[in-house]
């Protein structure tokens, strides 16, 4: 009877911790899911702030960056709240770390971009009165400086991001399985649903490289050229030649050049 009943509660207690078991790893599985949701929801919120920038007229809107990157923060930080089951664990605790960070290095990489073309913008390119004041010349030289770094952080935006997130996951707490969870949830719900977008980093150099070399050309021949009442008045037939159609390729490509920093990004058909 004795060796039944030890039998019997061996058994139960086999049972129990099978249970158990099966439990805890359940409560594990959807502790990852839920936190790669977060993780993979962070990374939309950021690309969609990308979007709301992209669509600006920065020549109507300059300070549009600075509104974006606070109305980015503060959805950031509303998600934890919306995607928890109320429960609070150390992974969670982890990936809304690794949120906030993501965030901070998304704002700064959009001040990098759009803050430089926002400054550009403000510029009355084609004013010739510019050249009448250095102080403002040396900032248009400055700012377009700028804008070709911009360009370039533009042109590799998508990588740089993939990049990022990668990073910061695998350098956290997390778990072996609750990384790779995150980066498939990440790559299969956002990262792949966008693709490079059509901008074209030698055209926005082209535009900067052609404004750059108009100023600099009437600078560096001073005798050649008068200015009359916001207009130049040429002693040098060549001079005004090169001059007029430096000033025609300005206007022409001007247009294109801000419709590059619309299409930095795009999705994916």
């Known amino acids: 009877m004795k060796k039944i009943l030890a039998c019997g509660g061996l058994l139960l207690a086999g049972i129990i911790a ?12 959807e502790q990852r899911e839920q936190t ?4 993979a929801r962070c990374v939309n919120e950021s690309l969609l702030s990308l979007f709301r920038l ?10 549009l960056y600075r509104d974006e990157a606070a109305r980015l923060s503060k959805n950031v930080a509303a998600l934890p709240q919306r995607l928890s089951s109320g429960e609070d664990y150390p992974e969670w605790r982890e990936a809304v770390l690794i949120c906030e960070q993501f965030t901070e290095h998304t704002n700064a990489q959009h001040r990098t971009i759009f ?9 009355p390119v084609g004013d010739n009165r510019l050249l009448g004041d250095r102080r403002e010349l040396r900032q248009l030289r400055r700012r377009l400086a700028s ?3 911009s360009a370039r952080a ?8 993939q990049r990022d997130i990668a990073q910061l996951v695998n350098d956290s707490g997390l778990s072996a399985a609750t990384r790779q ?7 299969s719900e956002v990262l792949d649903r966008y693709r490079r977008g059509a901008f074209s980093l030698k055209q926005v150099l082209a535009h900067t490289g052609r404004v750059h070399h108009y ?26 030649s090169e001059v007029d159609q430096l000033n025609s390729a300005v206007f022409q490509g001007e247009g294109q050049f801000y419709a590059n920093w619309k299409q930095v990004l795009q999705r994916q058909q």
Do not use: C, S
Request: net charge neutral.
């Open 36 to 39: 790669a949701q977060l993780l």
């Open 215 to 240: 100023y600099k050309l009437l600078a560096g021949n001073p005798r050649g050229w008068t200015l009359r009442a916001g207009g130049l008045y040429f002693h040098d037939r060549a001079l005004r």
């Open 147 to 149: 804008v070709e770094v």
């Open 154 to 161: 533009a042109d590799r935006y998508l990588q740089d991001m």
């Open 115 to 123: 803050r430089p073309l926002a400054a550009f913008a403000e510029l």
């Open 181 to 187: 969870a995150a980066e498939q949830q990440i790559n």
């Open 54 to 63: 992209q669509a600006n007229e920065w020549r109507d809107r300059p300070d």
């Open 18 to 29: 099978f249970t158990f078991i099966g439990h805890y790893r359940e409560v594990r599985e």
